[in-house]
């Protein structure tokens, strides 16, 4: 294992002694999230203008009512799997944003170009739009998808630890594209209603809207998760790992690829093409990846029942915190009772930063006992710690009372020895439960797990690896 990199400087010195210098104008936060916030909007822009042509302003509100109805209930599914580990809402956003408006841009701009150079070349539109449909959609679409999931995971990278955040961003990033995509396709279906006159059922904005959205609202999702899948492989593996790092992410948007080709030439496979492959492929892989995503959430869930008690055992968490941490359902107590008993929505909110920020630090010494952790390991580690103290006051009534709600009783055997205090030895006086916050508080050393934390310090030091 690496050796640890040197502890934070002091508050009242975060230079360390050394002479900072300005960032350019372009390196600063403001100017990078300004930049990006406006080729969204100019990109959103642009694509309504693009969908509103091809529509018309009737069909687009249309196609815009029937493309949102899925959104929500696969923002919520995608959100579900990661209450573990939840990442900021800021991440979906852009995920979300970026799917529907640059992603789609992208594509729509791409494949038509595409098509019609291949429609030229070949003096042949049909041939020309099979081939756009299967080969050149599928890389274009895939790639500008991939493209987000990239970005978070170079840009936000602390935010990123695993599969189940590379399936979230991944996820996302497909719906806001097939919420575009959706638009798209119901309001020309719809135009098309209007020029034909069919209504009902047996109209092509009917059929459209059954395929697209009731059969197959996962279809986007499912291709790009491949891609978040591989990202997420990479995130777990260590940095010395440059290869895997690199191959496992193309070889999951290669998956994706392949996966979105078959979808799209399904209809090339005669009558009833479609359903054979959505029965025979596209329901399986649905299934086999929603177990594995599961899978991967409840081992999200063991990874932090047995890397906290070793925070435990030093003075940071009380013994069964590590346990209420690991139950989704106790959490979900401590929620609700800090809501309705210590504060309204601020300690509820408390409760749930705390939980969050536990199952980091359970994430990141997995990593560190594994040999996987980055240089700044000891400096996430306190920066977690610091905020898990911050909050402990609110968060460890709550889940003390979940622990006492949701926990089934445990009998307790008394030994066949005689008992004198703890551990055989004379009753000690009473220690204070947790150590006296000082009005200035100092970074303290590491000591060796102390038992009892004292109180000239703000809270417990602990090195996991220094034992």
Not at 73 to 99: K, T
Request: glycine share 8%; charged share 15%.
């Amino acid at each position: 294992m690496a050796t640890c990199p040197p502890y934070p400087t002091h508050p009242g010195d975060p230079t360390g002694g050394a002479v900072l210098r300005h960032a350019h104008w372009w390196q600063r936060k403001w100017v990078r999230y300004g930049a990006l916030i406006m080729l969204l909007a100019l990109s959103g822009l642009v694509i309504l203008a693009l969908v509103r042509q091809q529509t018309g302003t009737q069909g687009f509100l249309v196609g815009l009512g029937l493309a949102v109805l899925p959104v929500p209930l696969l923002i919520a599914a995608f959100r579900w799997l990661d209450r573990v580990e939840p990442g900021p809402w800021r991440n979906l956003l852009f995920a979300f944003a970026w799917g529907a408006c640059a992603a789609a841009l992208i594509a729509i701009i791409a494949n038509s170009f595409a098509t019609k150079w291949i429609a030229t070349a070949t003096a042949d539109p049909s041939s020309a739009d099979t081939l756009g449909a299967t080969v050149i959609a599928p890389i274009v679409e895939e790639s500008a998808k991939a493209a987000a999931v990239l970005l978070v995971f170079l840009f936000r990278r602390r935010d990123f630890t695993g599969i189940v955040d590379g399936v979230v961003i991944a996820g996302v990033t497909a719906t806001g594209f097939a919420f575009t995509e959706n638009i798209l396709y119901l309001g020309t279906a719809f135009g098309t209603d209007q020029l034909s006159g069919d209504r009902g059922i047996a109209s092509v904005t009917a059929a459209t809207f059954f395929v697209r959205v009731v059969m197959s609202p996962f279809a986007h999702p499912l291709f790009t998760v491949l891609t978040g899948i591989g990202f997420g492989i990479s995130a777990l593996s260590a940095e010395r790992q440059h290869i895997r790092r690199v191959l496992v992410p193309l070889s999951g948007l290669l998956l994706a690829m392949g996966m979105h080709a078959t979808w799209n030439g399904s209809s090339t496979f005669g009558e009833y093409g479609f359903f054979a492959v959505y029965a025979m492929f596209m329901v399986p892989a649905f299934a086999l990846l929603t177990w594995l995503v599961i899978w991967t959430r409840q081992r999200e869930l063991r990874t932090v029942r047995e890397e906290l008690p070793a925070y435990a055992v030093a003075g940071w968490l009380t013994p069964t915190e590590p346990y209420v941490l690991g139950s989704m359902r106790a959490r979900r107590v401590a929620r609700e009772y800090a809501r309705r008993q210590l504060g309204g929505r601020p300690a509820g909110r408390a409760v749930a930063q705390y939980e969050a920020y536990a199952t980091s630090l359970a994430f990141l010494r997995r990593r560190g006992r594994l040999g996987r952790a980055n240089a700044d390991f000891v400096v996430r580690e306190r920066e977690l710690l610091h905020e898990l103290w911050r909050r402990r006051d609110v968060a460890r009534q709550a889940l003390d009372h979940a622990a006492r709600t949701t926990a089934p009783p445990v009998p307790v055997v008394a030994p066949p020895w005689p008992v004198y205090g703890v551990y055989g030895y004379p009753t000690q006086p009473a220690q204070p439960a947790y150590p006296v916050q000082p009005v200035h508080p100092v970074h303290p050393v590491h000591p060796v797990h102390p038992v009892h934390p004292q109180p000239t310090v703000p809270y417990p030091a602990y090195n996991p690896y220094r034992t």
